[in-house]
């Protein structure tokens, strides 16, 4: 799963994304999820278990953001939040993000949420009022 982080606004910048993977049936349970937090994230190796076998991917990410994860396996969701470093470039416009999750499925229909959303500043001379964007939620479904 990628998010690319385009602001559509010339006067503002992305200064935060957030993605969520949640598993909407009680059957299913998370197994693993990529990447965890890092601290500057330039290139970023993606990999995820399934079933005993590893599969994974590396990719570049400029600018270095800083990804945090938040995992619940209990509640079988993962969040991932990403933000600018202190040093150039301090914003997220035109970032790619990829993160993966893995999960069993007891039941013959499985799926799983993802939500995004960003924060995009604005204000002369230096972006200081944030704006939070409304979540958009992909429902990924498989009947097998």
Request: charge should be negative.
């Amino acid at each position: 799963m990628w998010a690319r982080c385009t602001s559509t606004d010339p006067l503002g910048v992305i200064s935060e994304v957030t993605v969520k993977h949640a598993l909407p049936y009680s059957a299913d349970e998370l197994i693993d999820h990529s990447p965890g937090d890092i601290y500057s994230a330039g290139s970023v190796g993606v990999s995820v278990d399934v079933g005993g076998v590893s599969f994974g991917y590396s990719y570049e990410l400029s600018g270095n953001p800083r990804i945090y994860c938040n995992e619940n396996y209990t509640s079988d969701v993962v969040e991932w939040q990403m933000l600018p470093r202190l040093v150039s470039p301090v914003y997220l416009d035109n970032k790619v993000f990829k993160s993966a999750t893995s999960w069993a499925s007891t039941a013959t229909y499985a799926g799983t949420d993802i939500t995004f959303n960003s924060t995009t500043n604005y204000g002369a001379p230096n972006l200081q009022y944030p704006v939070v964007g409304t979540p958009k939620t992909v429902q990924v479904r498989y009947d097998y």
